[in-house]
C-alpha cells in the first residue's frame, strides 16, 4: 500500500509541478495556477496515509518522536558512544563558529531528543555561550549556520539570550546577503558577486525550517519554499542530481558532489516533514526531492552501500561517509512521513551498514568517524576526487548521528 501510495504521488506531482528549467520568476497561466497547490496549501485527509512517526493519528510529541526512534536499540548507543568520545576530546567550548560544528550541533540535538540525557544540550549551551561571550560574526551561509543551535536552546530554554542569537541569523538573511534577480541568497553573503551553493539549503535552510515551525511562522516555511525552488531551478539536473553551483568561477555541469546532494535531501525532506505536521504540501519540492532520491538509490555502490563521492563517476574517486550519513537520514525522513515508498527501505539499510563499517576506533577502542572528505568548494571532476578524507571532522560525526538516529526503529528493509 506505501509503495503504491508514493508511486502514485510521485506521478501526481510530477505531472503537477513537471521537470522543467524555466525560470522561477516565469508565470503560469490561471488555469494552471488554480490547479496547482502551492507551499503551505492544506493536504487533503484522503491524499495521504498516517505517517509512520505520528502517535495516535497526530504528529509527535516529545515522547512518541524518541519512540518511534528505538532509543534503547544498539544504533542509539552506537551513536552516544560516538558523541561523548567526540566531547571528552573536543571540549566544546573550544569549537570554532563554523559550519562543521553547527552540523555537529543539530546530530547533537537529535541525540537529546530521543535520548533525554541532557549533556548532550548542555553541550551545545557551552558551545553557543563561549562565542555570545567572545563575538560572533555572521558573513556568509556557512557562519548563519551556527544560530541554528541556538534556536535549538532557545525552543528548549526560552532564553532570551539565544533567542537574540537567532534573530541576528535572520537579520543576516533578511537584510545582510544579497540575492540573484530570483531572489535566491547569496552564499557569500553581502558580496555583490552573488553565488548559490547547494550547501546553503542545510545552511541557512534549516534555521527557517525549524524556527519557522517552532513559532509557530509559517512566513519562515514560505521563505524556505521559495528558497528551495530558486535553488532547484538553478541546481537540479535533468536526472535528478543537483550541481554544487551556480554562478561560480569553475562552471557547474555534470559533475555532481555527493555531499552536497546529501544537503539536499536532508533539507529537503525535513522540510517536508515540517509541512505534513501541519497538514500542508509542497508539490514542488515533493517532485524535486522523489527524483533526486531515485539517483541516489540508483548511484549506490552495490558492494559497500555507500556512494562515490561524485555521483555519476563510480570507480573513479572514493567512496565517502558523510555523503551516505546525510542520504540515509534524508531518506529514511522522507519514508517515516510517507513520501517515499517501502522500495526505498533497502537502500535505507546498506547505507547505514556501509555507514558503520566506515567507523574506526581509537586507542581507547571508542568509535571514530572516518572517511569524511574535508571542507569542500566547488570545482571540477579533479578537484572534487583529490580532497583528503580525514578523521574526526565535526560535520562528519553529525551526519553519521542523524542517520544512527533517523534510521533507528525503521522495520526491516523488504
Not at 553547527?102 to 553541550?123: C, S, W
Not at 527501505?345 to 555507514?355: E, F, K, N, S, Y
Request: with cysteine; net charge negative.
Amino acid at each position: 500500500m506505501r509503495a503504491r501510495f508514493a508511486l502514485a504521488l510521485l506521478t501526481a506531482l510530477l505531472a503537477a509541478c513537471g521537470t522543467s528549467s524555466a525560470p522561477p520568476d516565469a508565470s503560469p497561466d490561471a488555469t494552471d495556477a488554480a490547479d496547482v497547490p502551492v507551499p503551505g496549501d492544506a493536504l487533503p485527509e484522503a491524499a495521504a496515509p498516517i505517517p509512520f512517526d505520528w502517535c495516535g493519528g497526530q504528529p509527535p510529541d516529545a515522547a512518541c518522536y524518541a519512540a518511534k526512534r528505538d532509543p534503547s536499540g544498539g544504533q542509539v548507543a552506537l551513536a552516544r558512544a560516538i558523541v561523548d568520545r567526540y566531547l571528552d576530546v573536543y571540549p566544546p567550548e573550544a569549537w570554532p563558529w563554523t559550519w562543521e560544528m553547527a552540523v555537529l550541533g543539530v546530530g547533537a540535538y537529535e541525540l537529546y531528543r530521543v535520548t533525554g540525557e541532557a549533556r548532550y544540550l548542555d553541550a551545545l549551551g557551552a558551545w553557543i555561550d563561549h562565542w555570545r561571550g567572545a563575538g560572533y560574526a555572521i558573513v556568509n551561509s556557512d557562519t548563519c549556520s551556527p544560530t541554528l543551535t541556538a534556536a535549538f536552546l532557545a525552543m528548549q530554554t526560552g532564553d532570551a539570550a539565544y533567542r537574540q542569537v537567532v534573530d541576528d541569523g535572520l537579520h543576516y538573511l533578511d537584510d545582510v546577503a544579497t540575492r540573484t534577480p530570483q531572489g535566491g541568497l547569496n552564499h557569500w553573503g553581502a558580496s555583490p558577486s552573488v553565488t548559490l551553493w547547494v550547501d546553503s539549503l542545510f545552511m541557512f535552510g534549516e534555521l527557517l525550517v525549524r524556527w519557522g515551525e517552532f513559532l509557530p511562522d509559517p512566513a519562515r516555511l514560505d521563505q524556505f519554499a521559495d528558497q528551495f525552488r530558486i535553488f532547484t531551478d538553478l541546481l537540479q539536473s535533468p536526472g535528478g542530481f543537483y550541481v554544487h553551483a551556480w554562478n561560480w568561477a569553475t562552471a557547474q555541469t555534470d559533475i555532481y558532489w555527493g555531499r552536497g546532494n546529501g544537503w539536499v535531501t536532508a533539507a529537503g525532506y525535513d522540510y517536508l516533514r515540517a509541512r505534513r505536521d501541519r497538514g500542508e504540501v509542497d508539490a514542488f519540492a515533493e517532485a524535486a526531492l522523489a527524483k533526486q532520491a531515485q539517483a541516489i538509490v540508483a548511484s549506490q555502490d552495490a558492494a559497500s552501500g555507500q556512494w562515490w563521492i561524485v555521483l555519476n563517476r563510480p570507480g573513479e574517486t572514493y567512496l565517502e561517509t558523510s555523503t551516505g550519513a546525510l542520504f540515509a537520514y534524508g531518506l529514511a525522513r522522507g519514508w517515516r512521513y510517507g513520501y517515499l515508498g517501502d522500495d526505498v527501505l533497502p537502500a535505507i539499510r546498506d547505507a547505514v551498514a556501509g555507514v558503520t563499517h566506515a567507523l574506526t576506533t581509537d586507542d581507547q577502542d571508542r568509535p571514530v568517524v572516518s572517511g569524511v572528505s574535508a571542507g569542500t568548494s566547488a570545482g571540477g571532476f579533479a578537484y572534487y576526487g583529490g580532497i583528503p578524507v580525514k578523521d574526526d571532522l565535526g560535520y562528519g560525526v553529525g551526519a553519521v548521528v542523524l542517520a544512527l538516529l533517523e534510521t533507528s526503529g525503521l522495520p526491516a528493509a523488504p
